[in-house]
């Protein structure tokens, strides 16, 4: 059964109301989002309460959220407060004035939304054991995902919103507001961040502000990929971004390629903490997570204790079938015949264990462009692959994706338009596993399993590929054999077929 979650992020920064439909347990998928800047925690650094703009902008910004779900039918918002609500003095009568407009407002603690931040982390890479920091308009907060579960956490006053008005007083700051932040930084991080360079793990940042520093790290080096999510942001990278911003004033800043311009007077203090962190924790990037608190809401509604995907590789190429089906028998097959065709020519490939993840990824998800439509499914495919993170898959990894569908049917695999992605070597990769996934597709021509299996006779000049199956499958042994030109390129060798009894 189909259910739907509304969950309202309501931040030191913005407002987001996002809604997922999902079956529980098998898939979800995001159908709508309303975002708000509300700036709630702004003033809050300096008289400690939420300032009456502040309060009506949320007011608005909830009944909007609240009139929408009633127009659409969607169930009872559920709405979850941070760092701003939870540290402001005059909290309780900010929570009177929404439940007065009929809504319930979750304070969450610290500890609650730091929780929340490392589920979504957790089943939204293949990290077992990282540091999980998310940089709000009000806090930042460290924490320590051990086993794939929160183990502990810390909470600093050093949102982009509170920072800025803590220590930029300038515009641009100056020399000496700068050094302020960055002393207290050090003085308040300073365990935590040694903590982190001592244990060698890596760090996935969330959060608006650091996806926005990201972006523009991006468009500075005209990165082939407009995806966020397990993007490696470096901090020698992050560091020309911030002395840019740092030079200018806040109407520049608003006019740098990839920056929001309703950040622009937030997020030199939330680069200037960033750095600080990324120098003092001695690391050389952070991976970007494009998933949050909100995700990490959603996966404690759609997955039982300890909510926590089994396989998240498995789950998420799953889950686009879950939204994109296809006949399932079909895509079995050509996922057994690759796994098999890979095997077999392992002794000329010498590739293992990763490529061959890579490869039954490709082979699960190689018809899903046939939900837009038959005709040019491969690119539609490859579309698919790349306008949405595919999580559990780096970069890379996802690019390499996207070429196998693209290229599945027809065509020489090429690297473009992901070059600066994939090197020379990923370049071999990407014929040898699309050799597989292709005639792993033609030996299922029919779509009716009549090739029940492949044995490979391998000689110096050629390979005899024997076709188990019923019969003579004249129209797989036809179409496979059409494909001996990239079979050679990949593999220097002629392709014979022999089709033998089952």
């Known amino acids: 059964m189909v259910e739907t979650a509304s969950l309202v992020d309501l931040g030191s920064n913005s407002a987001r109301l996002v809604v997922y439909e999902f079956e529980r347990g098998h898939g979800f998928w995001l159908v709508d ?45 559920r709405i979850m407060a941070t760092s701003a609500v939870r540290t402001a003095r005059n909290r309780d009568e900010f929570l009177d004035s929404v439940r007065a407009t009929g809504l319930e407002i979750d304070v969450l603690t610290g500890e609650h939304e730091a929780e929340q931040g490392v589920i979504a982390v957790a089943n939204s890479t293949t990290l077992t054991d990282a540091w999980v920091m998310d940089l709000g308009g009000g806090s930042i907060q460290l924490s320590r995902m051990r086993d794939r579960r929160y183990e502990s956490g810390t909470a600093h006053p050093f949102g982009a919103i509170r920072a800025t008005e803590q220590f930029l007083g300038s515009d641009p700051p100056t020399a000496r507001e700068v050094a302020a932040l960055e002393r207290a930084v050090d003085k308040q991080l300073g365990p935590v961040l040694e903590e982190i360079a001592a ?6 940042a969330m959060g608006g502000t650091v996806r926005n520093l990201a972006r523009a790290v991006q468009r500075r080096g005209d990165y082939p990929w407009k995806l966020m999510h397990g993007y490696r942001l470096g901090t020698a990278d992050l560091d020309l971004v911030t002395e840019q911003l740092r030079a200018l004033p806040i109407s520049g800043r608003s006019r740098v390629a990839g920056l929001n311009p309703y ?4 997020i030199l203090a939330g680069a200037l903490v960033i750095r600080r962190v990324l120098e003092a924790a001695r690391l050389e990037a952070l991976t970007i997570s494009g998933y949050g608190m909100r995700e990490g809401a959603l996966y404690q509604e759609f997955l039982e204790p300890p909510h926590l995907l089994d396989d998240v590789r498995g789950f998420h190429v799953g889950n686009l079938l879950w939204r994109y089906p296809q006949p399932p028998e079909h895509t079995g097959r050509v996922v057994e015949l690759c796994a098999q065709l890979f095997a077999e020519l392992q002794p000329l490939h010498g590739y293992g264990p990763a490529e061959a993840g890579l490869l039954r990824a490709a ?103 024997e076709l188990i199956a019923d019969g003579e499958p004249w129209v797989e042994f036809w179409e496979t054999q059409k494909q001996a030109p990239l079979f050679e390129s990949a593999f220097a060798r002629r392709l014979h077929l022999k089709i033998v009894s089952a």
């Open 33 to 77: 989002e309303i975002r708000e800047v509300v700036r709630l925690g702004s003033g809050v650094a300096r008289t400690g309460e939420l300032s009456r703009d502040a309060i009506d902008r949320a007011l608005v910004a909830l009944r909007t959220f609240a009139d929408f779900a009633r127009a659409t039918e969607l169930p009872p918002l």
């Open 199 to 204: 244990s060698g793990l890596p760090l996935v």
């Open 263 to 266: 950040r622009a007077d937030i």
């Open 363 to 465: 082979a699960r998800l190689h018809d899903i462009g046939k939900a837009i439509h038959f005709r040019d499914h491969a690119k539609h495919g490859a579309y698919l692959l790349s306008s949405a993170p595919v999580p559990g898959f780096d970069h890379r990894e996802q690019a390499m994706l996207s070429l196998l569908l693209r290229y599945h049917r027809a065509g020489r695999p090429r690297r473009a338009p992901y070059g600066p992605l994939l090197n020379e070597e990923d370049a071999r990769i990407l014929v040898v596993l699309e050799t597989c996934l292709r005639l792993a597709e033609y030996l299922e021509r029919s779509r009716t399993g009549r090739v029940h299996g492949v044995r490979a006779q391998i000689r110096d000049a050629a390979v005899t590929l």
